[in-house]
């Protein structure tokens, strides 16, 4: 059974930290990339940050540059997003998800994140 469960997410102050993990299981973690996307209420899913199968090479959305790192660890089957210096426009479910071009994708089923005093 396929599982990607979010962890981490909370209430945060502006300019404060949040680590998110993501924990795979039920296929081949190494195989995928892994991203992390974001829905504020009212808005579409955005994709915030990707990191590629074997890691190294990693994306960001411009709104997110230089305050969040997105990381994985293939030997726990699991992937990170730290967050930095956070924003109320931060605020949002986050969700990851396992990709790769032939199929099938995954999604995990979200972690709030609330920035705000």
């Known amino acids: 059974q396929v599982q990607l469960v979010e962890s981490g997410g909370g209430l945060v102050q502006p300019g404060g930290s949040l680590r998110l993990s993501c924990a795979a299981s039920?296929?081949?973690?190494?195989?995928?990339?892994m991203n992390w996307y974001r829905q504020a209420p009212g808005k579409e899913r955005e994709l915030v940050a990707a990191?590629?199968?074997?890691?190294?090479?990693?994306n960001y959305a411009d709104s997110v540059k230089g305050r969040f790192t997105i990381s994985r660890d293939n030997a726990k089957n699991t992937v990170y997003l730290q967050m930095n210096s956070l924003k109320p426009e931060d605020t949002a479910v986050y969700y990851c998800?396992?990709?790769?071009?032939?199929?099938?994708?995954?999604w995990g089923q979200g972690t709030q994140v609330t920035v705000s005093s």
């Open positions: 998800k396992a990709w790769r071009a032939a199929g099938p994708n995954y």
């Open positions: 039920g296929f081949i973690f190494s195989n995928y990339a």
């Open positions: 990191i590629l199968s074997a890691g190294g090479m990693t």
